[in-house]
C-alpha cells in the first residue's frame, strides 16, 4: 500500500555515479524509487546501501528496450558519461540516448508521468560563446569520436520538446555540466577521478594538451538539488536548464590544487590531446537562480575533500 502523496519516481542509470545520489534523495523525501539500469557503467556497489529499503527496487533492464511500468514521475539518466565508456561502443551510445528517450517518452505519455532529461554541456560542443548561455545552439562535430554522445543528447532534447509540443507531456530538460564526487568511477577516465587515483597512489598526474583548456566543476549534492528544484516547477517550466558550478579553472591548476590537498608526491606529465577536446566550458546559471531559485553552494576545495576521502577510502578496501 502507498500513503496518497508517495511518488513512485523511475531512475534510468540509477545504479550510476549521479543516479545513485539522485536515488538516495528521493527516498529520503519519503518516496518509492524503482531503479532501472544495465550495469554498464554503474555498479551494485553504489546502491548497496539502498538495497534494504523497502522503498526501493532494482531492475536490471537495458533502456534501448520497451520498458512497461507505473509510475509518477521518471528520471531518464541512463547513458555513460565518460568519453572512455561512450566511445567504447558508440553506436550503442547512441541507441540509448535516442531510443531510450523515445522509449521513456513513450512511458510517460502512457502513465502521464512528468519526465526529466539529463542532458549536457556537451550540446554546446567547443564553444566560441563563454560561458553559455541556454540560448547558444553549440558547435558540435556530427561525425566525430565525441559525436556519439554529443548528437545523441542534441537529438534526446529534440525529441523531448516534440512529445512536449505533439503530446503535451511534462517535460524537464537540465544541462549537466561537469560534476564530480563520491561514487564517481575510479576508473572511468574522467579528469577529477583520474587525478585524485593517480596522485594517491604516488602515479604521474596525465594532463591531455597543455592543461589550459578550462571546466567547471560542481559538487554532486549542489546538482542533486537543483534536479529536484526543477521537478517540483510547473509544466510552463521545460527547460533546458544549465546546472552547474561557474568556478572556472584550468587543468593544470586542478591537478596542482588536487596534489597539494592529497600531499602526494607525484609529478604532473602531458599525454596528447583528445580529438575535439573543447577548450573551455562554463554554464551561465542565471535562469537556474531566477527560476528555480538554485546556486551551488560547495566550493572546489570542499567538495575535492570529500572526494579524496571517498577514494581513499575506496583504494584501501
Ligand atoms: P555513469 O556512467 O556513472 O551513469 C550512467 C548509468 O547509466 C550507469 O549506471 C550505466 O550502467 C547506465 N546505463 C548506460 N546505458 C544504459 C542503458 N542502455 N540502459 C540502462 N542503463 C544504462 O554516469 P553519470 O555521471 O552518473 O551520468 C548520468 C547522466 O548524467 C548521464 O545521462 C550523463 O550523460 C549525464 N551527465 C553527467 C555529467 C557528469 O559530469 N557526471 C555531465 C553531463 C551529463
Ligand atoms: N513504450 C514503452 N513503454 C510504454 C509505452 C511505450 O517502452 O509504457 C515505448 C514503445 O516501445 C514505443 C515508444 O515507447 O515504441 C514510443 O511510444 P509512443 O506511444 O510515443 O509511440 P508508438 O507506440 O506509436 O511508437
Ligand atoms: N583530462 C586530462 N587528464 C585526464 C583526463 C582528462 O587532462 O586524465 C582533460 C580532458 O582532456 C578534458 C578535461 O580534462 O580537457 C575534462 O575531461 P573529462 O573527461 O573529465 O570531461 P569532458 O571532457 O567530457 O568535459
Not at 538495497?51 to 531492475?59: A, C, L, V
Not at 571546466?215 to 528544484?229: N, P
Not at 591548476?253 to 577536446?277: C, F, G, H, W, Y
Request: proline residues 7%; contains cysteine.
Amino acid at each position: 500500500m502507498r500513503y496518497a502523496n508517495t511518488k513512485k519516481v523511475l531512475v534510468t542509470g540509477g545504479a550510476g555515479f549521479l543516479g545513485s545520489h539522485l536515488c538516495e534523495k528521493i527516498l529520503d523525501q519519503g518516496h518509492e524509487v524503482l531503479c532501472v539500469d544495465n550495469f554498464f557503467t554503474g555498479t551494485r556497489r553504489n546502491i548497496a546501501h539502498l538495497i534494504d529499503n523497502p522503498r526501493f527496487e532494482m531492475m536490471r533492464h537495458d533502456i534501448t528496450f520497451p520498458l512497461y511500468v507505473e509510475v509518477d514521475e521518471i528520471y531518464n539518466l541512463a547513458c555513460p558519461a565518460s568519453p572512455v565508456h561512450y566511445q567504447f561502443d558508440p553506436v550503442q551510445t547512441t541507441k540509448t540516448s535516442v531510443v531510450g528517450a523515445i522509449n521513456m517518452l513513450g512511458l510517460a505519455k502512457r502513465v502521464k508521468a512528468k519526465v526529466f532529461q539529463a542532458s549536457t554541456s556537451e550540446v554546446y560542443g567547443d564553444p566560441e560563446v563563454h560561458p553559455q548561455p541556454e540560448e547558444y545552439w553549440g558547435r558540435v562535430n556530427p561525425i566525430g569520436f565525441r559525436s556519439c554522445y554529443d548528437e545523441g543528447k542534441r537529438c534526446a532534447e529534440t525529441l523531448f520538446f516534440d512529445y512536449y509540443r505533439q503530446h503535451k507531456l511534462p517535460i524537464k530538460v537540465v544541462r549537466i555540466f561537469n560534476t564530480y564526487g563520491p561514487r564517481m568511477h575510479p576508473n572511468d577516465g574522467r579528469v577529477v577521478s583520474n587525478f585524485i587515483v593517480q596522485a594517491l597512489k604516488g602515479s604521474d598526474l596525465t594532463i591531455y594538451g597543455d592543461g589550459s583548456q578550462t571546466r567547471s566543476f560542481c559538487y554532486v549534492d549542489d546538482l542533486i538539488d537543483g534536479f529536484l528544484a526543477l521537478m517540483e516547477t510547473g509544466p510552463e517550466i521545460t527547460g533546458p536548464i544549465n546546472i552547474g558550478n561557474p568556478g572556472e579553472f584550468t587543468m593544470l591548476q586542478l591537478a596542482e590544487l588536487i596534489i597539494e590537498m592529497t600531499n602526494s608526491s607525484s609529478k604532473i606529465v602531458t599525454r596528447p590531446l583528445p580529438p575535439d577536446d573543447p577548450r573551455q566550458r562554463r554554464p551561465d546559471i542565471s535562469k537556474a537562480k531566477a527560476l528555480l531559485g538554485w546556486e551551488p553552494t560547495v566550493p572546489l576545495r570542499a567538495g575535492l575533500s570529500r572526494t579524496i576521502n571517498y577514494f581513499d577510502h575506496y583504494i584501501r578496501n
